[in-house]
């Protein structure tokens, strides 16, 4: 969305920013999916693998899968049902509205995709292999700046453009998570087996993952009432404005939630083969540098 919202603003306009900043909400609900399964399965298999249980780890990455696919296609078909009635909630204008609807109409065929590649890297970095979930996001955000501009300028399909971008990198992304698990080493395999459901697992994925979602949640509902107080006390310009402001805070706080994302897992993976001295010294490190981060930022 920070790469949408530059270029779109350098070859639409305000009003196309104006939107992109009515359809965050939505898209943070998906990252807050993707982040949930993702973060409650990785804490359960970084555990399992410290007991050097893989079989444990298997089903539970197979159980994470399926209950991300469910949860997200539910939530795609709702928001694509009511599409409008949720852009006008959120505070699109009736200037505003028709470039919202032309993002979210196309994006929406790749949320699963968003939220798969989201949620898969945490499984891989629970893995061990933070290189690999690195990759899985770094492959999507690369490709979009890459398409972004063809898009957008050379096609001129503006807006739509950009969503069109989005979501081709969504799907290299997932591609590249397939790829991993298929040929890349990973402990995960593909196979019926795996994806077995059983809902003790699911739930406890939900339990854990839960106050994740609510973070992005409660982020997407203050952003809902931040673009109606400034749509009714100014403009769509005002909604363009915070939004280039929400993009520019973001990038400081990439780094604190790759920290908080990582010495997770390494607590986890430590927690299960009871390396508890471990436990104490790697929490304590990803305090002095988050608060060392956020203090520079």
């Known amino acids: 969305n920070i790469v949408d919202t530059i270029f779109v603003g350098k070859g639409v306009g305000y009003l196309a ?14 990252i807050g999916i993707g982040t949930m399964t993702g973060v409650g399965s990785a ?22 899968v399926v209950l991300n ?32 609807r032309d993002y979210t109409s196309i994006i929406l065929i ?4 968003f939220s798969f590649s989201i949620s898969s890297n945490n499984y891989i970095r629970a893995e061990g292999n933070p290189r690999a979930a690195m990759y899985v996001m770094a492959i999507g955000a690369i490709i979009n700046i890459i398409l972004d501009p063809i898009f957008i300028f050379v096609f001129g399909m503006g807006i739509k453009g950009a969503a069109v971008a989005t ?5 290299i ?24 459901i059983k809902f003790s697992v699911m739930k406890e994925i939900l339990s854990l993952g839960f106050p994740s979602f609510i973070r992005s949640a409660m982020a997407s509902v203050i952003t809902l009432i931040f673009n109606k107080l400034l749509l009714f006390y100014g ?13 520019m805070i973001s990038m400081i706080q ?25 436990v104490k010294k790697v929490l304590r490190m990803a305090v002095v540098w988050t608060v060392i981060i956020a203090g520079v930022g």
Not at 236 to 247: E, N, P, T
Not at 257 to 270: A, C, E, P, R
């Open 235 to 247: 403009s769509d310009m005002y909604i363009a404005i915070m939004g280039i402001g929400l993009r």
């Open 43 to 64: 804490s359960i298999v970084s555990r399992a693998l410290g007991r050097n249980r893989k079989d444990i780890a298997q089903n539970v990455f197979g159980n994470a």
């Open 254 to 278: 990439m780094p604190l939630i790759g920290i908080t994302q990582g010495f997770s897992t390494i607590v986890g993976f430590n927690y299960g083969a009871k390396l508890y001295p471990r």
């Open 69 to 100: 696919f469910l949860i997200s296609a539910f939530c795609t078909i709702l928001i694509y049902i009511f599409m409008d009635k949720c852009l006008v909630f959120f505070g699109a204008s009736a200037q505003v509205l028709p470039y919202a």
């Open 110 to 113: 790749g949320f699963i995709f």
């Open 173 to 196: 992304s997932s591609m590249y998570v397939i790829f991993y698990i298929l040929f890349g080493g990973s402990i995960f395999r593909l196979n019926v087996s795996i994806f077995k």
């Open 17 to 30: 920013i104006a939107a992109l900043s009515i359809v965050l909400p939505i898209q943070l609900i998906i």
């Open 167 to 171: 979501v081709i990198s969504q799907v």
